[in-house]
């Protein structure tokens, strides 16, 4: 295998001014330092000499490499997230590392502290940091190390790309109590996650405004959701496309009971939901999502600055369920007969707050 050693031999010059000329950190100005980059570039290029891609990207203190931590690659989000983050980290040269928490803060926090040792560029983090220690949280911040969560809101003063289900929340209780609807529940998974916190202050805001009662359902496991169905609320919203199957499943069939429903989703999850039972969805532009989160990442990368982005989400009345098709990324990517779904675009309901 020919080393660069064999190159600098071939080329006249020492081994370290070789890497130099071929790693690209220097540039020279002057014309015999010009005349010499191309000399070793092309004894590099007669020897086929192929540069380890670790030793450069070490050379220029940058691995251009990230790392996704996610829950899970079972689930339909966290799979499609998983893909369209890889493609547009490729679109800015930068390769992804994808290690899994499995829901556990524990294995989060390790997960992490690998990535560090691997010398990744910055984090990608699927999840809320509940349960992760602060002692780590602390020391990412204070190395202004880049650390990203996506779909879910940390709070914990790093960079962020959440939806922002203000306004679709807010036509969503608008939609309820226009069906003559006094009393709404709103039903959220997991307490300690920060963007539930948020959501369940604007659905209080929006029945404020809309002069209805509104009670929060704070559940802490999927199966408390089989209990909502007891209570006989008539017009429920529910945030989590499984903890909406646990409470249909839940429901005697048939019971003569049917709320008034409104799901959480989005393009990729929305081929799960039960939309023939639903009222309306609020609706996720989670390509968008991960999308920006990717950029912003590598934003941070740049410059060390904290940034938090919001992706505005919308709301569907079941009326409009007909003209959102569901992106599928197999059709999108396999080299098939079946074309693919075309560009999402979701009619903005309601105007932004």
């Known amino acids: ?83 369209i983050a890889m493609d547009e980290a490729a679109r800015e040269g930068y390769s992804i590392l994808i290690r899994l928490t499995r829901f556990r803060p524990e294995l989060a926090a390790e997960n992490i502290e690998r990535f560090r040792a691997s010398r990744v560029d910055g984090i990608l983090f699927g999840d809320d940091c509940g349960g992760i220690p602060e002692e780590l949280l602390e020391l990412l911040r204070r190395e202004t190390f ?34 003559g609807h006094a009393r709404l529940a ?23 405004a809309c002069g209805v009662d509104g009670e929060l359902c704070w559940q802490e496991q999927i199966g408390e959701y089989a209990g909502l169905a007891a209570r006989r609320y008539d017009a429920l919203l529910i945030n989590g496309k499984y903890s909406m199957r646990a409470f249909l499943d839940s429901i005697p069939d048939p019971s003569g009971y049917h709320p008034d ?32 989160a990717v950029q912003t990442l590598i934003g941070q990368i740049a410059d060390r600055e904290v940034r938090q982005e919001t992706i505005p989400s919308c709301y569907l009345s079941k009326e409009d369920f007909s003209t959102f098709r569901v992106c599928d990324l197999t059709s999108h990517y396999l080299d098939t007969a079946v074309p693919s779904a075309a560009p999402v675009t979701v009619p903005a309901v309601c105007p932004p707050m």
């Not at 220097?26 to 010009?34: C, E, N, S």
């Not at 590099?44 to 996610?70: D, N, Q």
């Not at 790093?158 to 608008?174: G, K, Y």
Request: contains cysteine; glycine residues 6%; charged residues 25%.
């Open 146 to 179: 880049p650390f990203l969560t996506f779909a879910h809101s940390n709070g914990n003063g790093f960079s962020s790309v959440t939806p922002d289900h203000r306004a679709a929340i807010r036509a969503a209780v608008e939609a309820l109590a226009a069906r």
């Open 186 to 208: 709103f039903a959220l998974f997991r307490k300690n996650y920060h963007s539930n916190r948020i959501d369940a202050i604007h659905f209080q805001e929006a029945c404020s």
């Open 261 to 292: 429903l409104i799901g959480f989703y989005n393009e990729w999850t929305w081929a799960q939901a039960s939309s023939e039972r639903l009222r309306g969805t609020v609706m996720d532009q989670a390509e968008r999502i991960v999308r920006t």
């Open 1 to 83: 295998m020919v080393t660069i050693k064999d190159v600098a031999q071939k080329a006249g010059v020492p081994v370290r001014m070789a890497a130099r000329a071929l790693s690209g950190t220097t540039l020279g100005k002057r014309r015999d330092a010009r005349e010499r980059a191309e000399r070793i570039r092309q004894a590099a290029k007669e020897l086929g000499y192929c540069p380890s891609e670790i030793a450069v990207s070490l050379t220029r203190g940058r691995t251009r490499t990230l790392g996704l931590l996610l829950p899970s690659l079972t689930d339909m989000f966290y799979a499609a997230a998983s893909e």
